[in-house]
């Protein structure tokens, strides 16, 4: 069974900035994507950023130019560098993870994002 470790969660002011990581381990193949998605109270979760083990990136419209996905394949690690926060950021985090040959998708406890005003 895949397991998903995050860390970086926190409360921040708007403006500042935080970096959660997500350390993948026991996958039986290799990891294909990582990614981050978000769920606000009362909000669907979507997606927020993911990374191929190429390195192809994907991000929401509401997050280009502030919010940077980075991965260390050796590792097995993500990271999610988020930079001029907004309130509207405020959120739990949960990285999302899927393995080559499995159909299965893999998601981390969840962390919370909170940006104050």
């Known amino acids: 069974q895949v397991q998903l470790v995050e860390s970086g969660g926190g409360l921040v002011q708007a403006g500042g900035s935080l970096r959660l990581s997500c350390a993948a381990s026991?996958?039986?193949?290799?990891?294909?994507?990582m990614g981050w998605y978000r769920q606000a109270p009362g909000k669907q979760r979507e997606l927020v950023a993911e990374i191929t083990s190429g390195g192809t990136t994907n991000y929401a419209d509401s997050v280009k130019g502030r919010f940077t996905i980075a991965r260390d394949n050796a590792k097995n690690t993500a990271y999610l560098q988020m930079n001029s926060l907004k309130p509207e950021d405020t959120a739990v985090y949960y990285c999302?993870?899927?393995?080559?040959?499995?159909?299965?998708?893999?998601w981390g406890q969840g962390t919370q994002v909170t940006v104050s005003s």
């Open positions: 026991r996958a039986p193949f290799s990891i294909s994507t």
């Open positions: 999302h993870v899927t393995v080559v040959l499995l159909t299965n998708e893999y």
